[in-house]
């Protein structure tokens, strides 16, 4: 199974700062996802990315952007956060076409 | 697009009844995957079970099981003697290939079920 780790559990930040979540994979798998999951609208993606230096926008990329510069982590960055950006998020990684396994979640409140 | 759809929002049980977990999906692929994850208190998708589009049979994993028909777009999942830590998020998913060849998932919206003690 592919261990995921993320950086922060909770996170506090103020509107406009520009924030940094971490995700590190531990089983030198190729893909990683994040997601953000938020009441009645379920998990939806924001970025993934198949190899270093590699990224494609999921369903969700307004407002963020990631950073993959080593193949274990995948960062993901709000240039400026904004209160519509309280969220849970999860970052996921796994091998090609193969099973994603999740990191414990970062919950971000923006003030 | 593809589209997964858990209509109950939330369901309460007594310990030890059996509970049944919706699932319907909509897809244009004839290759493809569903998944069943469980949200604990904890905030952690854990990963339940994957299943192949060509393979329709039922599974049983202990209390667990699934059945999925390709016929109505189902992929139901099915807690046999509840228990209360069975008490969760539950999410259905399907999986689409990317124009790089990888899998992205699309999540119903979740169950939270509920055992009551």
């Known amino acids: 199974d592919v261990k995921v780790t993320q950086s922060s559990r909770y996170l506090v930040k103020r509107t406009g700062e520009k924030v940094f979540l971490e995700c590190v994979q531990d089983m030198d798998h190729e893909n990683m996802f994040w997601y953000r999951q938020d009441p009645g609208l379920g998990l939806r993606l924001i970025y993934f990315s198949y190899d270093v230096k590699m990224k494609e926008k999921g369903d969700i990329p307004e407002g963020y952007s990631v950073s993959r510069e080593k193949k274990e982590r995948f960062s993901l960055i709000l240039e400026s956060a904004s209160t519509n950006q309280t969220s849970m998020y999860l970052c996921?990684?796994?091998?090609?076409?193969?099973?994603?396994?999740f990191g414990p979640g970062t919950r971000l409140l923006v003030l | 697009a593809q589209k997964v759809t858990q209509a109950q929002t939330e369901i309460s049980v007594v310990e030890k009844e059996d509970v049944t977990l919706d699932c319907v999906y909509e897809?244009?692929?004839?290759?493809?995957?569903l998944f069943w994850y469980k949200q604990p208190p904890s905030g952690e998708l854990v990963f339940l079970i994957r299943r192949n589009s060509f393979d329709e049979q039922n599974e049983i994993s202990g209390r667990y099981s699934w059945n999925f028909q390709k016929s109505t777009s189902s992929f139901n999942f099915t807690i046999t003697a509840s228990q209360v830590v069975d008490s969760a998020v539950y999410f259905c998913?399907?999986?689409?290939?990317?124009?790089?060849?990888?899998?992205?998932?699309?999540f119903g919206t979740g169950t939270r079920l509920t055992i009551i003690p």
């Open positions: 998913a399907l999986s689409e290939m990317s124009n790089f060849g990888n899998e992205k998932l699309t």
């Open positions: 897809t244009r692929d004839t290759t493809y995957y």
């Open positions: 996921a990684g796994s091998d090609r076409g193969e099973t994603q396994y």
